[in-house]
């Protein structure tokens, strides 16, 4: 269930961003050579990042449309993309950043040995749609500058070292449907305005940090097919809420926390499809609604669960290891019951 956290729309973007970066190539013969001011900016970056070698191609004596890593619009020759995907980089993100005024995907990643904060000049960036650093040593905090970023539809800060609360002023940008701050060593609780999410929220991963306290009771009212993973943190009370026929919740992750709450009432919804629940302190028995549920994944072991596993639907196509290390479970696939 733990794989299959990486998300649908973020790869529909991250590909969008791969073919975004073709055209360029081949095109730029007809299209609006690169932006002198771009050009300046881009060569500031890199030097500033000591001429790395994944930036060889950026030389001055050629069109910075055809630079590797970039993409330009081709009526403008601006640069729209920047996106470096793995690489031998050292030092800061260069504020220069912030001058790249049209640039609608910056994208960097898996860059172990960049280091510092998010400079605030990305906060210019008005025409950002996707932000994604991740997999670097990137620290300080998630920055709240950020909720500046009006156009952002998805915000990958996931696999780094940003430490910090949670600025609750996200949840107000107007188009943001995806949120990843997972792998880092996040603190304090998860804001109460992320249950009022200003655009149609579907993905909250917040998994891997250090979060403490409940899940706001604004998440029961999240009306849109969302997946959540809060996962790994030191999460605590009843998190019963965020379920009911009326809800529309598809995926749900809470495992590795200290939530203690009564399962036996509990009415899933029907879009339900992944459940993990697993090592909590969950106790009550598992509701007869399980069996009727389309699930792909489920895991409930190491709680304080009691009683028979219902019977029909998936869950005895699951293994014994959805169910084992409770209180009291019993029945098929767990040896039966006395
Ligand atoms: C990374 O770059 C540094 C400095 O340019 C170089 O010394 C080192 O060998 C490179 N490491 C790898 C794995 O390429
Ligand atoms: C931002 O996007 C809008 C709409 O596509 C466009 O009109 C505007 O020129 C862009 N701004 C910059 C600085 O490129
Ligand atoms: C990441 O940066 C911290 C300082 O912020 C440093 O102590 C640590 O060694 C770095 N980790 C890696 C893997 O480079
Ligand atoms: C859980 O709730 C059920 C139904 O409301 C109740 O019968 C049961 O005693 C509760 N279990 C615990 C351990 O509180
Ligand atoms: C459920 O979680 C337990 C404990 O982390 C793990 O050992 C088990 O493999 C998981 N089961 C499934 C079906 O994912």
Redesign the pocket.
Known sequence: ?KKSSSTISTAILSSLLFFLALPSLYLAARAEPCNAEDQKTLLEIKAALNNPDELASWNPNTDCCRWHALACDQNTGRIIALGIFHGNISGHIPPAVGSLSSLQVLVLRKIPDLRGEIPSTISKLNNLSFLRISYTNLSGPVPSFLSQLKNLGVLDLSHNNLKGSIPPSLSQLPRLFSLHLEYNKLTGSIPDSFGRFAGTFTDLFLSHNLLTGPVPKSFGNLEFRFRIDLSRNMLEGDASFLFGKDKSIMSLDL??NLFAFNLSKIEFPDSLVNL?L??NNIFGRLPEGLAELNLG???V??NSLCGQIPRGGKLQS??Y??YF?NRCLCGAPLPACN
């Open positions: 269930m495992s590795r993990d697993s090592h994944g489920l895991n072991s190491y699951f293994g290891l959805t290390n």
